[in-house]
C-alpha cells in the first residue's frame, strides 16, 4: 500500500488539539496521508442551517437544520476515507461520534477509536467495531504509520 495516498477522517470532540498531533505526527514522519474532518467550529455547525435557510419555528427545527446540512458533508467524506479516527473526550459527550462511527460500521470504512480508560465501559459497543483502540494520538499515529506503509516502528513503543 505504500505510495497510495490516503484520505483519513477525524471525528469528535473539538476542544483539545487532538487533530493537530495527529496531523503533526503523520506529517513528521513524512506519511502519505490527507486528513479531512467534520466543521469543527462549534458555532458555525450549529447555526448552519439557520444561517443558510432562515430562521427555524423551534430550537429542534433548528439543530434539525443544522444536524441534516451537516451530515452532508459527515456522510460524503466518511463514504471517501480509507480510514477514519474518531475521537471521545472525557469532558462531553460526543454523540455525533458514536454516530459517525455507525456510519463508519455500516459503510465498511475502518476505524480507529482514540479515548481514555475511563469511558472504556461506555464505548464497549463503539470500540467492539473498532479496528484499533487507542489511548493517545501517539498510537494512532503509529498505527497509520503501520497500515499506510507497512512498517512497523518498534523503537517507539
Request: with cysteine.
Amino acid at each position: 500500500m505504500s505510495g497510495l495516498e490516503w484520505t483519513v477522517y477525524l471525528s469528535g470532540e473539538i476542544h483539545t488539539d487532538w487533530r493537530e498531533q495527529i496531523e503533526e505526527g503523520t506529517k513528521a514522519l513524512g506519511l502519505p496521508i490527507h486528513f479531512v474532518s467534520p466543521v469543527t467550529i462549534h458555532e458555525d455547525s450549529d447555526d448552519c442551517g439557520v444561517a443558510i435557510m432562515g430562521d427555524a419555528p423551534s430550537d429542534f427545527w433548528k439543530d434539525q437544520m443544522g444536524s441534516r446540512m451537516n451530515a452532508i458533508r459527515t456522510r460524503t467524506l466518511i463514504e471517501q476515507a480509507d480510514a477514519a479516527v474518531i475521537r471521545f473526550g472525557d469532558k462531553y459527550k460526543q454523540w455525533n461520534a458514536a454516530y459517525d462511527a455507525g456510519i463508519c460500521s455500516a459503510l465498511g470504512t475502518p476505524y480507529i477509536t482514540l479515548h481514555d480508560e475511563a469511558i472504556n465501559h461506555a464505548l464497549k459497543e463503539v470500540d467492539g467495531g473498532a479496528q484499533a483502540v487507542a489511548r493517545t494520538p501517539e498510537q494512532v499515529v503509529r498505527t497509520l504509520q503501520y497500515v499506510t506503509t507497512g512498517v512497523l516502528n518498534r523503537a517507539a513503543g
